[in-house]
């Protein structure tokens, strides 16, 4: 190297090191229903691409309207390793339709996520509608979602062993007519006794299940206004004895 070109490099500013971790994240786009149990998943996927372990951390942003499970994600990726992470994003009945943005920074790279937000279309089933979803208790590996996101392999179950009644319910802000109820409950210790109310100034029992053995049992009553339908579970098909519903579709 002659000396003009020593000089010259001398005074150049070093180039940054490339950035040893890949960020991507799927899908591109999201599009979300309002809803307390409407959620979706985005997939924020971290690969070590150089030959040396990394501490890898992805930070995510939003409006106030989205709720993120966790704004952070944090790894440890041995060289050539890739992890992807899941993380809910959800938008609470009433907020305003219209489009939205997440971003995801992790070092240098950044990628922005369009969320499309909407309320559910009218033809939505009842559970869908549903402006608050709560029970007794529940464990984290089956929180309450999971017996209405439309998934009859995940289901909801409570926290206290052996112990009943238990209760699942779900309630809209003005009134809706029900006049069935279909519970799904896992084949392996699912419910075996329950009653289906409903709420009219004080919780009312329109239908009753015993002795059930089915994974899905239909209750049908007479149509009436309401506000809020519950289960109420009073015994179970062994397994620990715990009440698990898979899916609550009212209608």
């Known amino acids: 190297m002659n000396t003009t070109a020593a000089l010259l490099c001398a005074l150049l ?27 979706r998943n985005l997939s924020v996927r971290l690969a070590n691409i150089s030959d040396q372990p990394v501490y890898a951390d992805a930070e995510l942003t939003a409006p106030k309207a989205l709720h993120l499970q966790r704004t952070l994600v944090s790894t440890w990726l041995p060289a050539g390793y890739t992890r992807a992470v899941p993380v809910r994003v959800g938008a609470a009945t009433g907020t305003p339709p219209g489009a939205y943005v997440i971003r995801v920074d992790s070092g240098s790279r950044h990628v922005d996520v369009p969320v499309t937000v909407a309320a559910p279309p009218p033809a939505a089933g009842l559970t869908t509608h549903a402006t608050e979803v709560t029970a007794a208790s529940f464990r984290a590996a089956n929180p309450i979602c999971d017996a209405a996101d439309g998934d009859p392999a995940t289901f909801w179950s409570d926290g206290t062993n052996r112990y009943w009644p238990d209760w699942y319910q779900l309630d809209w802000h003005t009134p809706v007519t029900a006049s069935r109820v279909d519970v799904t409950t896992p084949a392996e210790g699912g419910l075996r006794d329950w009653d289906v109310q409903v709420w009219a100034g004080d919780w009312q029992t329109v239908a009753s299940v015993r002795g059930n053995s089915a994974t899905t049992r239909t209750s049908d009553f007479p149509a009436r206004p309401t506000t809020a339908v519950r289960i109420l579970t009073l015994a179970a098909n062994g397994v620990n004895d715990l009440s698990r519903i898979a899916e609550l579709t009212v209608s």
Request: glycine content about 4%; some cysteine; overall charge negative.
């Open 13 to 39: 500013p070093a180039l940054p090191a490339p950035d040893p971790v890949h960020l991507t994240v799927n899908p591109h786009s999201l599009p979300l229903t309002t809803g307390p149990c409407n959620a």
